[in-house]
């Protein structure tokens, strides 16, 4: 007489009623018509267990669905709160999004890493402790982030995911952009961040009439620069004669090949006829910077500034 048993992992009590025997079935409809009192049946497609009433069969046992609490409080044979995946399997959930292993392997010994996928497909993920922006299918990366202080190689290419415009960041902020992913060959450049500069200084007094002469202002370039746009303007316009015209010099030296000018009427030199023409674009560190007056018209014009445009 048998008051209690396990099952496939489960405990059943039957108290002092008892039974003798367990019969599987295929299925619900394959159970006798009549059963008998002392015999467990169990129904192998769903692995339910019945007792025989006398006149129906009696679900004993309703095996509910495994939720991810109760496979927790169970564990199983790799940790107490352990849960084993096989390959291609993870977490789903409502929205379709997931947590699992990642679609490819970047070859750095985390095969394959850990990937969250939203519900269109795109993948973000943990890898060998690099972080990786991968593309809609997974298997083309668009940015590899936290790659230590390890630069691209010619073998980080289109095997491991990479692509034309895939990005590599170092742990310092250092970016690289993949201009060439051939195989054994790929090609990366470093990006660059230009920072603007823009340095103005006034030439004269806002009164005095302006007459030509050298340096008529002189300081020292604050930093080394790219020098990639001149201006120059007026509180007061002139009414006629020459063109006003200004050169701006580095250590001496015209970095323009065609000098600064200021139509007559006119306050500033983003409207002159002829434009600027930059011949000397790289500006030294501490190099002495001085503005000349080379020309101007009836002498009426007054308060000139300098403005110097560019990156560094």
Known sequence: MITNFEYKGK???????????????????????????????????????????????VEISPMEVPTLQSVLDEGNTSGPNDIVFDAGQGLYFANTSRL????????????????????????????????????GNGTGIRQSLYNFNVTPTANEDSTKGYAVGSIWTLDNGDTYECTDASIAAAVWALKTVSIPIEIQSAASDETTALTTGTAKVTFRAPSAFTLTGVRASLTTAQSSGSIFTVDINQNGTSVLSTKLTIDNTEKTSVTAATPPVISTSAITDDSEITIDIDQIGNGTATGLKITLIGTR
Do not use: H
């Open 11 to 57: 405990i059943f009590d039957f108290g002092g009623g008892g039974t003798q025997e367990f019969i599987e079935v295929a299925n619900y409809a394959a159970l006798p018509v009549t059963g008998s009192t002392s015999i467990i049946y169990v129904t192998l497609d769903t692995n339910k267990l019945y007792r025989w009433s006398g006149s129906t069969y």
């Open 100 to 135: 699992i292993e990642g679609t490819i392997d970047a070859g750095l010994g985390g095969t394959k890493g850990i990937a969250q996928i939203c519900a269109v497909g795109y993948e973000l993920k943990w890898e060998a402790g690099r972080l990786y922006v991968m593309d």
